[in-house]
């Protein structure tokens, strides 16, 4: 009988009913009175406040507008990558997403103490102010529209390097790939480039690979490292204070971390037994396998004498470490008696019991030195000693990503292929690379000069590179303040900077720092005028803030 009334239902009241018995079920089961009959479409709002959907053995789904129940997402937090979790990168960090914010309130007419945002986070050369270098940019416009070559004002040197840029390009274009190492031409003027700087050591022009700035280069060689697991897993020593790249690359790796500290109180230098040091306490928990270092160093701006090189070479032949050069400060030197000297030079001067053995891979950039064209995206890297099995891998793993921008190649070539001595644009383009080198080195030593007259700040000289990373003192009563917002007293100091003055600066806890001591990493790129005004609300904020908290 009760199947023939099922029979007269529609289909849509058998599954209520079908929904109102299993509903009754749970019921009974769990417990939960119903105050009419089981078999009655209408349940009590108490009972089924009562019963779960999970405990009633029904899905947990919400309903949409139109009645749909949503998928869940397939990638979630829960279950995403969770090395992509433990990346950091302080110079675009929470500090410049508020600067990023304030910038915004101001255009909108908001009140604030001050009429702009200062960002000195970040090594941006040219959104500081510095003009791109002429001829450099005549030449990427001639590659980029070869009608212009037909244009009487732009130079024949110009001209000429465009034109054999563009033949080396497929179908004549830079919108073409070019082959995964890089186009052969530009590697043949790197090569040339090296050996030049190098005093004449020999450089191979198939050891030269093209890259998308000097930060693929660094990660592409950490991928071939980094292998194990557990104790056996890839350790690399990085300097601390670091570049955060680093960090975040190992991390994403899932690489170990080994942290070598700078003597902040020796101008930054680095020591052999701190290097042993870390070395000795890693190989308890992880396989060393590599060193890297940073020449002129970021953030600290120190510039390694040939003595310090020559050790860190003898280290890692000792160790059996493969050496990483990020050398993309090379032409940033500042100093009175400091002197860039490449580790592929030193090493081969070094003579065959080091030449001939390790393992070295040097790394620039045309996104620093005199040049600041971040955006190209331009470098290379340069390989020596590499096992040829390990080399024709790592040919493979760069042709994963077909090739590094053409634009950024086509930069890299007129970087390492000035105009010379003679040519018509060789008069203007010495006076534009001299005329910016001078002028970082006059930010440089004023830099220093301001910041040494706060109490309270210390600030080694900037030998080279393009940043300062002076420490400060920060009051007990602020470091505690900070700790019950969650956040590194560094922080703090530097959000509160900004909030106060528009100055944007990053917390030397981003780039890691000794327990105890607290520090900022300020570029000295913004124009002389504007560096002035920063200093000085920098200096006043200080003292304010060390009024305050003490």
Not at 474 to 490: H, L, R, S, T, W
């Amino acid at each position: 009988m009760a199947a023939a009334m099922i029979g007269r239902l529609s289909p849509g009241k058998v599954a209520r009913l079908s929904l109102t018995r299993s509903l009754g079920e749970a019921l009974a089961v769990s417990g939960v009175p119903a105050v009419r009959s089981l078999t009655s479409p209408v349940l009590s709002a108490r009972a089924m406040a009562g019963l779960s959907a999970t405990r009633c053995g029904l899905a947990k789904e919400s309903v949409t507008e139109n009645g749909a129940s949503p998928r869940g997402k397939v990638l979630t937090i829960d279950t995403m990558n969770p090395t992509v979790k433990m990346v950091e990168y302080a110079v675009r960090g929470p500090i410049v997403q508020r600067a990023v914010e304030l910038e915004k309130e101001l255009s909108e007419g908001r009140k604030k103490p001050f009429q702009e945002v200062i960002k000195a986070n970040i090594g941006d050369a040219h959104a500081m102010g510095q003009q791109p270098i002429t001829f450099f940019r005549q030449v990427l416009a001639l590659c980029s529209y070869p009608e212009l070559l037909n244009d009487s004002t732009f130079p024949e040197d110009a001209k000429s390097r465009a034109r054999r840029i563009l033949q080396a390009c497929g179908g004549n274009s830079m919108g073409s790939y070019s082959a995964s190492q890089g186009i052969d031409c530009v590697r043949q003027d790197v090569a040339r480039y090296v050996q030049k700087r190098d005093g004449g050591v020999y450089c191979d022009p198939d050891n030269i690979y093209l890259t998308t700035g000097a930060s693929d280069g660094i990660v592409t060689i950490l991928k071939l490292l980094v292998c194990g697991e557990g104790a056996a897993r890839t350790g690399v020593m990085i300097s601390i204070p670091q570049y955060p790249l680093y960090s975040a690359a190992l991390a994403e790796l899932g690489a170990v971390q080994i942290n070598y500290y700078l003597n902040e109180e020796a101008c930054w230098s680095l020591d052999i037994s701190e290097l042993q040091r870390a070395l000795d306490e890693a190989r308890g928990h992880c396989n060393p396998r590599a060193l890297c270092i940073i020449n002129p160093g970021n953030p600290t701006g120190q510039v390694q004498n040939r003595k310090c090189i020559e050790d860190v070479i003898r280290f890692a032949a000792k160790e059996r470490l493969f050496l990483m050069a990020d050398e993309v400060y090379q032409d940033n030197v500042y100093a009175d008696g400091c002197q860039f000297h490449s580790f592929k030079k030193v090493l081969f001067e070094m003579g065959p019991e080091y030449s001939n053995t390790v393992e070295l891979a040097s790394f620039h950039s045309t996104s620093k030195c005199y040049m600041g064209e971040c955006g190209f995206r331009g470098g290379y890297m340069e390989i020596i000693n590499m096992d040829d099995e390990v080399k024709a891998q790592l040919t493979k793993l760069v042709s994963v990503r077909l090739c590094p921008p053409v634009p950024g190649q086509a930069l890299m070539d007129l970087v390492v292929n000035p105009p010379q001595a003679g040519e018509p644009s060789y008069d203007k383009f010495m006076k534009e690379r001299t005329a910016t080198l001078s002028a970082l080195a006059d930010k440089a030593r004023l830099t220093e000069e301001v910041l040494n007259t706060v109490p309270g700040i210390s600030c080694n000289p900037v030998q080279g590179a393009m940043y300062s990373f002076p420490r400060i003192s920060i009051p007990e009563k602020a470091v505690k303040e900070a700790a019950g917002k969650g956040q590194q007293p560094d922080m703090f100091y530097c959000m509160r900077l900004l909030e106060e003055t528009g100055i944007c600066l990053v917390p030397g806890s981003g780039f890691g720092q000794k327990d105890g001591t607290y520090h900022f990493r300020m570029t000295i790129l913004p124009p002389t005028d504007k560096l002035k005004i920063l200093l000085s609300k920098v200096k006043e904020f200080h003292q304010k803030f060390t009024k305050q908290y003490s």
